[in-house]
């Protein structure tokens, strides 16, 4: 029985049985406080971890939007949830070369990535939530961020539970099964209201559906496979698929301008992904195939190109960033 385990069984027994929300919620912060999760060693790879080309062309994307909003000067970088810091270090990169240097903001609960972030990053602050962003635009980033954020799930109206079982902990119900979640829809209007008061643009990509529907995608991944959702609590990523309809409404309602949801693979060839890929190959021949086949893995059909998604906030006084077209 892992720690965790035995503390919500714990839990249950003094409580009563906890939401699917609470188990979420209990699982992901302890798990991401007690590792590293990413790469091959780890139990899941993100886009940045594949390929420079998102982060850099992540970068590029702000940095357009910013010189067309008019380059304002006291613009902030924020991230939440930077994992490794390579999404930010490529992105920053890539701003670099547009004359975009703004200070960096990391939303980061974690202990052990908040140390590899900053090695990955000189120069960032740390928050814990985006309350104390200072007032000023922000060119904000969130890659995998709400997905790992808990939903409730229900079943015929009910809120599905976990209950204490013989050696383990089980759900009190299964059925048809829906979903919602309003940490990630309170985080869309924290994000949003901060846009609609200060100015800036907000990229959030994950996996997920494009319009709400019934359905139960919570998933537990270790080792790159899945698992069980109650096996292991605390030791495995338990994520969820993003209802983007449901965080552009929420946006929406608290005063930022949304763009249409764009398939991860279409946003990233129309902000250029091809000419990127080529360009890495003539600069580093014996990456050429490397090069080539990250682009086909974060954009090609079957593999993350249609699953992930991309949407845009922004401020209605500042213009929406590239590759959103309909
Ligand atoms: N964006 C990174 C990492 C994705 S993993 C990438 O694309 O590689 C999810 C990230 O969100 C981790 O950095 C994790 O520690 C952070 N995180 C998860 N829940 C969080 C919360 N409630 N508040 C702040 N950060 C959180």
Request: hydrophobic content about 45%; overall charge negative; glycine content about 8%.
């Amino acid at each position: 029985m892992t720690p965790l385990e035995r503390a919500l069984r714990d839990r249950i027994l003094s409580e009563g049985p906890i939401t699917v929300e609470a188990y979420m919620h209990a699982c992901n912060g302890y798990y991401y406080a007690t590792r590293d999760p990413l790469g091959a060693a780890g139990d899941f790879t993100t886009a940045p971890e594949i390929s420079q080309m998102f982060g850099e062309l992540v970068g590029a994307c702000l940095a357009d939007c910013w010189t067309r909003a008019g380059k304002p000067a006291d613009a902030a970088y924020v991230e939440l949830g930077p994992g490794r810091g390579t999404l930010a270090a490529d992105a920053l990169r890539a701003m670099r070369s547009s004359g975009l240097e703004p200070p960096v903001h990391f939303i980061e609960t974690s202990p052990v990535l908040r140390k590899a972030q900053a090695g990955a990053v000189a120069g960032a602050s740390w928050h814990d939530d985006l309350s104390s962003i200072p007032a000023v635009p922000v060119l904000l980033v969130a890659n995998e961020f709400l997905d790992a954020l808990p939903v409730r799930q229900f079943v015929g109206g009910l809120e599905r539970k976990v209950i204490a079982a013989a050696g383990g902990l089980a759900f009190d119900r299964d059925g048809v099964i829906s979903e919602d979640s309003p940490a990630r829809n309170a985080a869309a209007a924290q994000v949003a209201s901060h846009l609609a008061a200060n100015g800036g643009v907000a990229l959030i990509i994950d996996y997920g559906y494009s319009k709400s529907a019934p359905g139960d995608t919570l998933q537990a991944v270790r080792g790159h496979r899945f698992a069980p959702l109650l096996d292991k609590p605390g030791e495995q990523d338990l994520t969820a698929h993003v209802d983007f309809e449901s965080v552009a409404t929420a946006a929406r309602e608290a005063g930022a301008s949304v763009t249409p949801v764009a398939m991860q693979g279409q946003w990233l060839e129309r902000l250029g992904i091809a000419a990127r890929a080529e360009a890495l190959a003539r600069a580093h021949p014996a990456r050429a195939k490397e090069a080539e086949s990250a682009r086909k893995r974060l954009c090609d059909a079957d593999q993350m190109g249609e699953l992930f998604k991309a949407i845009a906030f922004h401020s209605p006084k500042w213009p929406a960033p590239a590759g959103f077209e309909p």
